[in-house]
């Protein structure tokens, strides 16, 4: 028989079958990545930390509403002075509130321990014998804490729509311009800033990323990203440093009000999506560089 007549099995048996080369990509280890990522239970707990805070800030306006208690003053996070007239503002709020600390917290927990916690639970070895290639598992995780970038803000968008519906009332949507927009409209505005909100997270996610190939402590990695995140952000709020500012990643995260405009101010927002794709580059293959030349023991 000849090979041309031969099974694919019955070639692998004769040791004929030709070898295809292995993709630098593949969305079955993808898959198996993301689906173990939130399959565990610190995952499921910052989720419902990430769900439980619009609930918190819901509950708290209307209880002050009830009161006779006014936030026309200005103070308090962004948007929540329009919140009692429209439930829609608490997506808003609750991201404004959420994003300085909250989901970046989330997101330095997944990506300080996507590769620290592989190799102090000594599953990194038999990751890369799999095999599943450096930069190939270097990629897939990362794109797994991007995944949670966006899972984590949609939890916060839609639990706080959730919690805006059944407490206050839905109608159109003033913007910050003082046009007023239909509320379908102002919808899809409140699906774009969660999706600004996640890219402004980029970053972060790629110096967690980087730090976790420092190490085999999933919890030095995790803490050593919510640390610099906390630094640096009291970086961005010193006058002094107002020089270096413009280069910190958190400097434009709340660009994503310019969204609510009419028209909308693109200048901020181009600049945010800049510095972030520019912190994953220089991070990214900063963790390349790293990976790729560590000797793996665990």
């Known amino acids: ?22 993709p630098l990509w593949s969305l079955g280890l993808l898959r198996s990545e993301i689906t173990m990522t939130f399959r565990r239970w610190r995952t499921l707990a910052l989720l419902a930390v990430l769900a439980g805070v619009p609930v918190l800030v819901g509950v708290a306006v209307r209880i002050e509403t009830g009161r006779g208690r006014s ?3 200005g103070g308090g996070p962004a948007f929540i002075s329009q919140v009692t007239n429209n439930g829609v503002f608490l997506v808003f709020t609750s991201l404004a509130v959420t994003l300085p600390f ?14 620290a916690g592989e190799a ?5 070895r038999y990751l890369l014998v799999a095999p599943a290639g450096r930069t190939r598992l270097l990629l897939v995780k990362f794109a797994t804490t991007l995944t949670f ?3 984590g803000t949609l ?4 639990s706080a729509l959730a919690t805006g519906a059944l407490l206050f009332p839905l109608g159109e949507v003033t913007l910050l311009s003082g046009t007023s927009i239909p509320l379908a409209e ?13 890219l402004s997270l980029v970053g972060v996610a790629a110096i967690g990323l980087f730090l976790s190939t420092l190490t085999t402590s999933g919890i030095a990695a995790m803490a050593t990203t919510v640390g610099l995140l906390i630094t640096v952000q009291i970086l ?3 006058p002094q440093l107002e020089a270096i500012q413009p280069y910190l990643f958190p400097h434009y995260w709340l660009s994503f009000a310019d969204l609510l405009r009419d028209p909308v101010y693109w200048d901020q927002l181009a600049k945010n999506f800049g510095l972030q794709a520019v912190y994953a580059a220089v991070f990214g293959t900063a963790a390349w560089a790293r990976f790729t030349t560590r000797d793996i023991t665990a």
């Open 1 to 22: 028989m000849s090979q041309a007549e031969m099974s694919p099995a019955e070639l692998s048996q004769a040791g004929a079958a030709p070898r295809s080369p292995r």
């Open 71 to 73: 936030r026309g003053g």
């Open 102 to 115: 909250f989901l970046p917290m989330a997101i330095g927990v997944i990506a300080g321990d996507s590769l």
């Open 120 to 124: 102090h639970g000594g599953t990194l």
């Open 149 to 151: 970038c966006l899972v």
């Open 155 to 158: 939890t916060v968008a839609l």
């Open 186 to 198: 102002g919808l899809l505005r409140a699906l774009a800033i969660a999706g600004a909100v996640a």
């Open 236 to 238: 961005d709020t010193l």
